[in-house]
């Protein structure tokens, strides 16, 4: 028998480049109502997707290593662009166990198809990166076809997820996969649920798609459990966090309560020195 300790009550630390990353940690408070979290939104240099993978991953372990350093049990990377530039060595990294979004959706995905042809869609970096196309290369059986959505991303951040022009530019960008005759559609950005329903008129009924949020939050579920590290719900009422490393912490609220109906009280400004951009 194990004694839960004060690893048991520390809360799990989840990162994203925005709000996107919002979508993980409610699918995480869905499971698991009873653990504490902090989530951090490194909005002073969203969007991720543009950026070089290299800036990506020095963002990504300057907030990570803070994350660790507030006392985390557990890193969930909530973002498919950070996962992308750091899956081959985050695990090696930190002593607590680190959760990311690619490897539990691809897994999803491979399950869910039955004609062999899926779809992936997320930021140009991820998509650049080729870490899909490695890990979906396993099932050589399968046909994977990619598209960049790099607007998708400014329309969520800015909170237009539905109207007309959503519409249209999820039509330019999803067009040609729908005539690839793909089954299953992969939404490789933490941001993309929240356009789900644009997306799925778009493509069709008959395409499933798969959304890293519910396959993480089920991933950190079988993780904790599997490690003891499961928080005792007689430890009283979970703390919840957050921290934005953009000045405007105001909008993340406002963001997070209309797209989540999240009442996030406040945002605590995270300073991160050396990731500072030059002016
Ligand atoms: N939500 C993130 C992702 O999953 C980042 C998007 C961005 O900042 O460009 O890729």
């Not at 028998?1 to 919002?22: C, E, K, R, W, Y």
């Not at 400014?154 to 996969?177: K, N």
């Not at 329903?197 to 939050?217: N, R, Y």
Request: glycine share 10%; aromatic share 6%; proline share 5%.
């Amino acid at each position: 028998m194990s004694t839960h300790g004060t690893a048991n009550d520390a809360p799990i630390g989840v990162f994203d480049s925005g709000v996107g990353g919002l979508t993980v940690a409610r699918a995480i408070r869905d499971l698991l109502p009873g653990e504490s979290m902090i989530y951090v939104g490194d909005t002073a240099h969203t969007p991720y997707g543009p950026r070089p993978i290299a800036e990506v991953r020095r963002f990504s372990l300057e907030i990570l290593d803070g994350l660790v350093d507030q006392g985390v049990k557990m890193l969930v990377i909530a973002c498919n662009t950070a996962s992308a530039a750091m899956l081959r060595d985050a695990h090696e990294r930190y002593d607590v166990p680190v959760v990311e979004v690619i490897g539990p959706t691809v897994r999803s995905a491979m399950s869910i198809t039955r004609n062999g042809r899926v779809g992936l869609i997320g930021t140009q970096t991820t998509i650049q990166s080729r870490v899909y196309d490695d890990l979906f290369s396993m099932r050589p059986e399968i046909s994977l076809s990619t598209q960049a959505c790099p607007r998708f991303v400014e329309l969520v951040e800015s909170g237009q997820t539905s109207g007309s022009e959503v519409l249209e530019i999820a039509r330019e960008y999803l067009s040609g996969l729908v005539e690839h005759d793909i089954d299953t559609l992969v939404l490789g950005c933490t941001h993309y649920p929240f356009l789900r329903g644009a997306i799925g008129q778009v493509v069709g009924a008959d395409v499933a798609l798969v959304s890293s949020d519910i396959e993480t939050a089920r991933e950190v579920y079988r993780v904790l459990t599997e490690r003891d590290l499961l928080r005792d719900p007689a430890a009283g009422e979970p703390s919840l966090r957050y921290e934005a490393t953009g000045a405007d912490t105001a909008k993340f609220v406002e963001l997070a309560r209309r797209m989540l109906g999240i009442g996030i009280e406040s945002v605590d400004l995270l300073h991160t020195g050396a990731i500072q951009l030059p002016q």
